[in-house]
């Protein structure tokens, strides 16, 4: 199966002769040497699959190009260089009719500032994209009502985006982004504008969506922790380049670069690590009452892994058949290091 | 190593700059000797020709270039006409016609059946005539217009308002003043949106639009009326014209403003939306913009009344008119009535479209048909009650109906009270007012006009350009230079000189008040409410109404114009005093408290440098307030650029030329001031780190 999202090789840089420019460096830019010229590189020579259902995390600070990775994959703003297939097709070839059409059915889209219309109800707003396809307004409010629902803003239809809290705004934004039930989900920072109780709050709720929905998920972030608790995969970012992309545990425990490494120093193991990741082979020794499933984060199951004081047996979720074991010695390892 | 010394502290100091620019400058001053051979005194007048230039590309667009085969219809052949003279006219029929239906729709009479069938059919069927709307109709429907924007209050500002015309006897002028501002303003409001949409969407167009707009909105109303009048004729249409080209800038601007506003994220929205490029437009962009363009048709209704008089030069009836008629026979009392009807339907208009821009649509109200269109049939069945009662009692009076309009020679009129007051004023301070006005003329402003005059050409160009160097670069002292060197080279130098004199006066003294009443009021939050309140209020005012009373305190001088423009100017002063107070953070003031700084120390050592740049800002507005109202001062005689712009009014056959040289000169007076000011603004906000 071909991947929902694949990108090949893809640069954005904003300037002047910023093509010239790019054509010149044979493919490896020099940020530095980009700047001295009068440019700037937002994305760096990015290239990643992304698969269906799956959600990866971009993560960067501010200025590490992952914004504008996102708006380049959107197409909200061009790609200088490379390619971006979004199921096969290349969105950067495609004429202003095609990407209309790709926008009204397979794409959604939140935004940090929530971005809602400020002339338009609750309603008004999540049916936009409805009644912009052409799509009656008895069928176009019906489905945003459902929508409302499924948001948990149900009572507020009417209301105007300036009579709502910040983390209902964004409640109505991500219902919006689902109206037309794209495959495709975006999500710009969508959470950093909230109070950190509503976050919580709002990334519970998202993962709830996720469990229902199951959509591809394109999330950028500039929270490690959002990223850590949210993500398949994770792809760090600075100056525009992809500095380590895999999935949460492999980046805690394998950082790639020293600057991966400074996110991952102060993270607690327990949080991040599955099973998995430190069990050890089949034990015959093992107890016969117990046992945990391999994608159990480690914190959740730690203490009964420590209760039991004996080796426990390891199981596939899918299958439950024993995949190995795990000693309650490295349980303590990761919890209380050395 | 002393001198060196001395270099570095110029070269570091703006203070120590500007104090060797003025030593430079009075050494000019007073070395130059004053002979009209001296190049450096007076430069060569070679841009004699301009206005002749002007002149004659008017006379051959209109009769010359372009020729159509035109068949006219009373001498029943082809005849060869000009295209942009037949434009212009198309132009002037078409307004024209919007104006006098609307009018004649509102006023009655014969005109209106006129306008649409031929004259010997009507005087064939003379029993016809459309009935006016009487003017109780018209209160009761500004009262159910006022109360359905925005409750009681602004329903009783309508009718009250609306009655006090009536009964004072200024319907028809004020019927007709509003048939011309209800024609003008959609088209300003249309041609203003387009321009401002393309601007928005073509930072090409944008850029160049700016010097454009910048020149439209600083030249003096009364330079464009000379060409209006010999490219389109008088007339009401011309009177439109003339107020289109003066309101359509604000509404621009406003647009462009009000779409740039709008946060990058909303127009992602839409697109990843799906929106198409008109949907994009009109469902996100516009709306999203509203409050702004709103705002700009507010001001655009604004400039259409302070347009009135100006317009009424150019032949537009109403209420301009009257005021011009009475100001021209010296009625004061009947100048100051026209005048506040003016007001009146300014302050109306004003809140109306405020409360409409402020008025939000509730979708989900479940109303009848009655309940949502109640105040419409209100007001169609009180026009038909109303006209009715009007109709029938039509044998009850003689000769007039008073129900219908009441004329204005039968309308009460408080004229003679202020006529009377006006004169017991006259007669009580006449001494002092006499003696103050004759102190000012004698030992401040006669004075400082002689200095504006004797001033070598060369000392003005240094005073500028170097002012214009040490805020900005050695760009700026070009522009400024070459705006400068334009005028320096006309006939008009001295006149120039004038306008200055004047136009610096009534600043400095403006800006003063300005700063001076902003900071005592603006203060504290509810003082500064206030006086912005007061600052909307005298907004609202034409510039023309100003100088009804200092005419008749000060008599036709200098002085009555320099205070009606230091009033007027003072306005957008104080407005941008307070603003920039407000920008002041509470956290600077909190630190300032807790250094113990008293209330003296905390103005000059806080609140003056951070509100700076704001503060500059207002007196940038105060400089193009005070050059209208200079030039406006024409009107009563003085001797500036004013005076002869004034004068070609007269002589349409090549006054077209002369206006517009001399408008273009004022406005480029004004954009020199802009400059230096404006980069003395940014300079101070990135000192402050606010840019």
């Known amino acids: 199966m071909s991947p929902t999202i694949s990108c090949n090789s893809v640069y954005k840089i904003f300037g002047p002769n910023a093509n010239r420019l790019l054509s010149e460096s044979n493919g490896s830019v020099d940020a530095k040497k980009f700047q001295e010229a009068g440019c700037i590189v937002g994305v760096n020579n990015a290239s990643f699959d992304v698969n269906k259902g799956e959600m990866l995390v971009v993560m960067g600070l501010s200025g590490s190009g992952k914004s504008t990775l996102l708006r380049c994959i959107s197409r909200l703003t061009d790609a200088t260089a490379g390619k971006i297939l979004i199921d096969g097709d290349d969105i950067c070839l495609m004429n202003n009719k095609q990407l209309v059409e790709l926008r009204r059915e397979k794409m959604g889209m939140v935004f940090q500032n929530f971005a809602l219309l400020p002339h338009k109800t609750v309603i008004e707003n999540i049916a936009f994209p409805l009644q912009v396809k052409g799509i009656s307004t008895d069928n176009s409010m019906y489905k945003a009502l459902e929508m409302v629902e499924l948001v948990g803003l149900k009572g507020r239809e009417n209301y105007f985006p300036r009579e709502l809290s910040g983390g209902q705004q964004q409640r109505v934004g991500i219902a919006r982004s689902l109206a037309v039930e794209p495959d495709i989900w975006f999500l710009d920072e969508p959470f950093s504008a909230l109070d950190p109780l509503i976050r919580k709050e709002m990334q519970d709720e998202f993962l709830r969506l996720q469990g229902v929905l199951n959509k591809t998920i394109m999330f950028v972030t500039h929270d490690f922790d959002e990223a850590l608790r949210l993500a398949d995969r994770i792809a760090i970012m600075k100056d525009g380049i992809i500095e380590q992309l895999d999935t949460p545990g492999n980046i805690v425990l394998n950082p790639a670069t020293d600057y991966v490494k400074k996110f991952t120093e102060d993270v607690p193991r327990e949080k991040v690590l599955r099973i998995e990741s430190i069990m050890d082979a089949q034990d015959p020794n093992a107890s016969d009452t117990l046992e945990v499933s391999k994608d159990d984060i480690i914190e959740t199951v730690a203490e009964k892994i420590l209760n039991s004081k004996e080796i426990i047996k390891v199981t596939d979720p899918k299958d439950k058949s024993i995949v190995g074991s795990i000693n309650p010695s490295k349980v303590i390892k990761v919890l209380f290091g050395g | ?691």
Not at chain 2, 44 to 61: C, D, E, R, T, Y
Not at chain 2, 576 to 583: E, H, N, Q, R
Not at chain 2, 642 to 670: H, M, N
């Open chain 2, 1 to 691: 190593m002393v001198d060196r010394n001395y270099i570095g502290i110029v070269k570091n100091s703006k203070p120590a700059q500007f104090g060797l620019l003025i030593f430079i400058f009075l050494t000019l001053y007073f070395l130059i000797p004053q002979s009209e051979n001296n190049y450096l005194w007076r430069l060569p007048s070679l841009l004699k020709g301009i206005p002749l230039a002007i002149n004659n590309v008017i006379f051959n667009a209109l009769y010359e270039w372009f020729p159509l085969k035109v068949w006219d219809p009373v001498f029943e052949m082809y005849e060869e006409k000009a295209a942009f003279r037949e434009f212009t006219k198309a132009v002037s029929q078409g307004l024209l016609f919007l104006i006098t239906v609307v009018r004649e729709l509102l006023l009655g009479g014969d005109k209106i059946i006129d306008v649409f069938v031929n004259d010997a059919w009507l005087k064939e069927n003379d029993w016809l005539s459309w009935p006016a709307l009487p003017w109780t109709a018209t209160t009761v429907g500004a009262f159910l217009l006022g109360y359905q924007l925005n409750g009681i209050r602004l329903g009783l500002l309508g009718g009250i308002g609306a009655l006090y015309i009536s009964v004072f006897g200024n319907y028809v002028p004020s019927i007709q003043t509003l048939s011309f501002v209800l024609i003008t303003t959609p088209i300003c409001f249309v041609l203003g949106l387009s321009f401002g949409i393309w601007g928005y969407l073509d930072k090409k167009v944008e850029t160049a639009l700016q010097p454009v707009l910048n020149v439209m909105q600083t030249m003096p109303q009364f330079a464009y009326l000379v060409p209006i009048i010999a490219l389109f004729g008088l007339g009401d249409h011309a009177g439109s014209i003339a107020t289109i080209i003066i309101a359509t800038p604000p509404m621009i601007r406003n647009t462009i403003l009000g779409l740039k506003r709008i946060s990058p994220e909303v127009v992602e929205a839409g697109l990843m939306s799906g929106c198409t490029k008109p949907q994009l437009l009109f469902q996100v962009l516009i709306p999203a913009a509203r409050r702004d363009i709103l705002n700009g048709v507010n001001t655009v209704i604004m400039q259409c009344l302070a347009m009135v008089v100006i317009a009424s030069f150019v032949g537009a009836k109403g209420l301009g008119l009257n005021l011009k008629i009475a100001l021209n026979s010296l009625k004061i009392g009947k100048a100051a009535e026209a005048g506040l009807c003016i007001v009146i339907i300014a302050v109306i208009l004003d809140r109306f479209t405020k409360a409409w821009a402020d008025k939000q649509k509730n979708y989900f109200e479940n109303l009848s048909f009655i309940q949502r269109y109640k105040f419409l049939i209100i007001f169609a069945f009180s026009i038909v009650i109303f006209s009715i009662v009007a109709f029938i009692s039509d044998g009850y009076f003689d000769k007039i109906n008073y129900l219908y309009v009441i004329p204005i020679e039968k309308g009460l009129t408080i004229a003679h009270f202020i006529d009377a007051g006006v004169d017991w004023v006259w007669e009580t301070f006449f001494y002092s007012l006499n003696s103050f006005n004759k102190f000012l003329l004698t030992q401040v402003l006669g004075p400082m006009k002689q200095a504006y005059l004797g001033m070598p050409v060369i000392a003005t160009f240094t005073l500028a350009m170097g002012a214009a160097f040490i805020v900005g670069n050695i760009r700026t002292a070009l522009i400024v230079g070459g705006m400068l060197l334009f005028i320096a080279l006309s006939e008009y130098w001295d006149r120039a000189l004038i306008t200055m004199y004047m136009g610096s006066f009534a600043v400095i003294m403006a800006s003063l008040n300005g700063i001076i009443l902003g900071s005592i009021f603006g203060r504290t939050e509810r003082g500064g409410r206030i006086l912005l309140s007061f600052c909307d209020f005298f907004e609202t005012f034409p510039s023309f109404v100003y100088l009804i009373p200092v005419i008749f305190l000060f008599n036709i001088t200098d002085t009555s114009v320099l205070i009606a423009a230091i009033v007027y100017a003072t306005v957008p002063a104080t407005r941008y005093t307070v603003w920039g107070l407000k920008s002041v953070p509470l956290s600077l003031h909190e630190a300032g408290t807790m250094s113990g700084v008293s209330a003296f120390q905390r103005w000059t050592n806080i609140e003056i440098p951070i509100a700076f740049p704001t503060v500059m800002l207002g007196v940038n507005q105060t400089v193009v307030f005070s050059l209208q109202m200079v030039i406006l001062g024409a009107l009563i005689g003085t001797e500036d650029l004013g005076q002869i712009i004034f004068g070609a009014l007269s002589r349409t056959k090549d006054g077209a030329g002369v206006a517009l040289t001399l408008g273009i000169f004022v406005s480029l007076i004004a954009i020199c001031v802009d400059v230096i000011v404006r980069n003395w603004a940014e300079d101070r906000k990135k000192a402050l780190g606010l840019a």
